[in-house]
């Protein structure tokens, strides 16, 4: 994490993205969120979490490594084009905010219409990823566009914008299963009904380190709506998120030792909820970019559970 002396608004300088991104191409790696890998690593684990759950006997009961790596791939590119279309929709708003008023389109390092530009070339990149998969998932990827059109908007017209990311930023739980099966079961639906709660918690916490500027700039969050009732709130989100990704381990048949080693993410997530400052903007952030650790706590567990169960079948 960088410290505070090394940003500018939220933006780090003196990175590796400093070092070796040519000049011409520096703002549209910042624009992309290129030095910030957490914003991926969000997107990416509902996907590697379906993928290893939904695992069969032709990989071992492994996750398949070329779904993993396409899926990587993916999950980087959209999360740029995410950023830059929620950049060019906030321009006005992140320009009024000193956090957020030296990012690239805000600040005029990088017009609208390049950066319009630019996220049609990573729709592209995405596309090329999408249509790598199997049909069924093709079509699954496609009916998410709705949604991830609609999420920058959802700020101005609720308090639970948190509730919309849930919904769009965890989809990669259905495209999982459906990239291994061709189809969707019902452990696909509780994996991605239980992301929606991580999303929930995760970005709840996020959402403090923003809620002075909110106020300032008249959008809406969790944080806003919560305020000191925040950690509880997370307690139950926590409580949801677990419980239903325990329910798809058990509609996926997945081994014993899956629900014991939920111990681990799940200790690790009562930690960020119970230690959090939510008055604090880097420890804030701190616990968020946490979930990138909690992420590899639960893969290893789904692993290790489907691996057993496929051994003990075979």
């Not at 090394?6 to 590796?16: A, C, E």
């Not at 969790?222 to 325990?246: Q, S």
Request: aromatic share 12%; charged share 15%; proline share 5%.
């Amino acid at each position: 994490m960088a410290k505070s002396a090394d940003l500018i608004g939220d933006m780090p300088v003196g990175t590796w993205v400093d070092r070796l991104v040519p000049a011409p191409m520096l703002p549209y790696a910042k624009l992309i969120r290129l030095d910030r890998p957490i914003g991926w690593w969000l997107l990416l684990w509902p996907c590697w979490w379906s993928t290893a759950m939904a695992a069969d006997a032709s990989t071992a009961y492994l996750p398949d490594p070329v779904l993993l790596v396409l899926f990587l791939i993916g999950s980087v590119v959209m999360r740029g084009a995410g950023c830059t279309y929620n950049d060019i929709v906030d321009k006005d708003f992140d320009a009024k905010v000193a956090r957020t008023a030296a990012r690239p389109i805000a600040s005029g390092a990088v017009s609208r219409a390049q950066a319009l530009a630019f996220l049609i070339g990573l729709g592209l990149i995405g596309l090329a990823v999408l249509v790598s998969l199997n049909p069924f998932a093709i079509m699954v990827g496609l009916a998410s566009l709705p949604l991830v059109f609609t999420y920058p908007f959802m700020k101005r017209i609720t308090y639970w914008p948190q509730a919309w990311l849930g919904i769009t930023f965890t989809y990669g739980a259905l495209m999982g299963w459906a990239g291994v099966r061709g189809e969707l079961d019902p452990a696909a639906f509780a994996l991605y009904a239980g992301c929606f709660f991580w999303t929930l918690h995760y970005d709840t916490v996020y959402a403090h380190q923003d809620k002075e500027d909110d106020l300032i700039v008249g959008v809406k969050s969790a944080a806003l709506a919560l305020g000191e009732k925040t950690k509880p709130a997370l307690l139950v989100f926590i409580a949801g998120f677990m419980g239903l990704v325990a329910l798809a381990g058990w509609l996926a048949d997945l081994h014993w030792a899956f629900f014991a080693l939920l111990a681990l993410p799940l200790g690790h997530l009562l930690w960020q909820a119970l230690t959090v400052n939510i008055h604090d903007t880097r420890d804030c952030l701190a616990k968020f970019k946490s979930n990138r650790h909690m992420g590899w706590l639960l893969f290893a567990a789904i692993i290790v559970g489907r691996v057993l169960a496929g051994d003990g079948a075979a």
